[in-house]
């Protein structure tokens, strides 16, 4: 295989416009206008108004280049897109190469006809996702939730946070957003690599499933290269049979992979070769962990269990939501990735929900989980909307979409659950408006998505990873999808409901999969967007940078029912954050002692713009109090007292492997000191 990069320096313009600017890919118009200073940066007081034309129009980009000798002499040439976002029409010397409508799918373009010796121009059009979401909700209205987004999203496959959500601003990007190159290859590519682990005695067998697409006759060989973290290779390889083979290797003595504090996260190195003869034709390299993992339902007093077990282990779930890094996806990289997950780690978190209203993120983020053990429950793109799930072309493109993710996604250490939708099962049974006879087509359409043919794409494609319909749900069917007894609910009674933090101790729970309650970014990230003569909650600017209606007063409301209300604005911003931390503990240390629950992830881990929000990790990085607290209610052996008026319970929760024994000593005092009571207890 040949491979020439088509990243760097390109050029733009808007549809039409006479000049074109410099850009770079990837990247995105917002980016590219912001480097060339043609628009403020949209982060800051309320620029983001002054940025709407933006998204409003079409945009072209084009980039020159000479084709390398050795793709001008393959028998294939493929134009490999990574990521358009979103709607696309492609051009190679003035002639049609092809479109793209998802922003989630790898585009691969035959151009071998287009493609000549010495100069190349690459053209592509980006048409307007805010004026094509309108136009085909114009057509068909798509049911989506709250002021905080621009309509129309649902009908694009396109992150559905970029039209607005009540934490993100409304700015969808446009551009090239992955990466983009030519490929040539001689006789065969590989098309399709499975590779799946079987566990028995102690041993574990990587099978690799192997189909090549095939333009010459040549004998094909598949070669694979296990290299454990030793350093220690193994190699197995077969021919193929056509454009099959199966290759499996035997580890005798594997080295486990275990979710973070339960154990290390050892990483085998998978390269795989396809091979006619001595040439190479292709090849691919796999980061591997070796573990079970299964999603436990099983009946029980309780109702139904809803736990993750890894190597035979139950884990209880400790971490956060994840959504987007940025409204601009090409500023996030590895270094965001590394800092964000790695601060999750350090405060013993060991599952990040990558939420569906976002995009199935990078590599890179999954190398991170990989290597820090963060379990990824995966959210398939689907959020708080109705989607046309009854149009074929739609169906079409989700069906690429799907199969192209979970190929890429399944052999991944960390991946632990496949997850259809995020609140839509419970948006037609609980959100006022939606059930209606005039949605009865997109609510049966719903069903049959993702009852049946979702689960049996996933079923295809990656038979070891649970699927589980919608988040929360109690298995589907719409039967009480945040009912508590099955499955996982989202316990919004408290901050969306104005509940008290105690409403937590209420809510029997099998997997609490989002609670959250607001706070301001730290100080320093305020002044990001914020003057100081606009640090006041209910100020325009404050109201701006917060997207959850009534957002700023709930803050200070439930500030003014736990403490005294600061003197200042410094000091509100601050004791907010200990509110918020205080809300999760509360949470959390229920959730911890109650038998019947198995994971809590909280809402949300980090932002995408510097906003009030339910992170626990601003959107520059900056800890929140909440995150501090996280290391503390989240850490393996947490001590915690379940006070109810009068009385005190004092438990231990040890989410080890092993028995932890010690000493629990208490002391009941005045708040200056004075001692009224103390005890001691061993403790296992
Ligand atoms: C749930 C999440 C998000 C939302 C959050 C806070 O709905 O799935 O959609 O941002 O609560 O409202």
Known sequence: ??????????????????????????????????????INDPFV????????????????????????????????????????????????????????????????????????????????????PVRAAAERNAQRPMIIVGDFTLIGGPHLRKAPCHYGWDWGPMLPAIGVWRDIRLEGYGTARLSDVHLRQQHANGHVALVADIHAERWGQAALRAE????????????????????????????EHPKLWWPNDLGAQPLYQAELVLRAGEAILDARHYQVGLRTIELRRQPDSWGESF??????????????????????????????????????????HNMVRVWGGG?????????????????????????????PLDEAPFLENLAAEVRQNVARLRHRACLALWCGNNEIETAWVEWGGWDTPAHAGLKAAY??????????????????????????????NFEQPNGGARGDIHQWMVWHAMQPFERYRDTPARFVSEFGFQSLPSLATVASYAAPEDWNLTSYIMEHHQRNLAGNGKIITYTAAHFRLPHDFASLVYLGQVLQAEAMRIGVEHWRRDPACAG???????????????????????????????????????????????????????????????????????????????????VQ
């Not at 090409?330 to 350090?346: F, H």
């Not at 929140?624 to 005190?648: E, I, M, N, Q």
């Open 307 to 348: 736990t993750f077990v890894v190597n035979g282990v139950p884990v209880f779930a400790k971490g956060a939501n994840w959504i987007p890094a940025d409204s601009f996806p090409t500023r996030v990289g590895a270094r965001e990735y590394d800092r964000l997950l790695g601060a999750a780690a350090a405060a013993h």
């Open 45 to 128: 007081g309320d620029e983001e108004k002054r940025v709407q034309w933006v998204a409003e129009r079409d945009w072209e980009y084009r980039r020159s280049f000479t084709a390398d000798a050795a793709l001008l002499e393959a028998e294939r040439v493929f134009l490999v897109c990574d990521g358009l976002d979103t709607l696309a029409e492609l051009w190679l010397n003035d002639q049609p190469i092809g479109a793209a409508e998802n922003m989630f799918r790898q585009y691969p373009y035959d151009v071998a006809g287009a493609l000549r010796p010495g100069q190349n121009e690459l053209r592509v059009l980006f048409t307007s």
């Open 224 to 251: 694979l290269r296990l290299t454990a973290p030793n350093g220690r290779a193994q190699v197995a390889a077969a021919d193929l049979d056509g454009e099959h083979a199966q290759i499996a290797i035997d580890v």
């Open 600 to 682: 809590t992830l909280y809402w949300q881990l980090n932002d995408c713009w510097p906003v009030a929000s339910w992170s626990s990790i601003d959107y520059f990085g900056r800890w929140k109090a909440l995150h501090y607290a996280t290391r503390r209610f989240f850490a393996p052996v947490a001590l915690s007292v379940d006070d109810r008026g009068t009385a005190a319970g004092l438990f231990v929760s040890n989410d080890t492997i092993a028995t932890w024994s010690g000493e629990l000593r208490w002391a009941l005092e005045r708040l200056d000191g004075s001692q009224l009571r103390a005890g001691r207890a061993p």
């Open 447 to 476: 069903n049959q998505f993702f009852q049946h043919i979702l689960p049996a794409w996933v079923a295809e494609a990656d038979a070891d990873t649970a699927y589980w319909p919608s988040s929360p749900s109690s298995g589907g």
């Open 359 to 387: 995009y199935y993120e990078d590599e890179a983020f999954y190398d991170a989980c990989d290597r820090l053990g963060l379990l990824v429950w995966q959210d398939f793109m689907f959020a708080c909307a109705s989607y």
């Open 1 to 38: 295989m040949k491979t020439q990069p088509l990243a760097g320096a390109w050029q733009f313009r808007e549809r039409g416009a006479a000049e074109w600017q410099p850009a770079t890919v990837p990247g995105g118009v917002h980016t590219d206008l912001l480097a060339l200073g043609t």
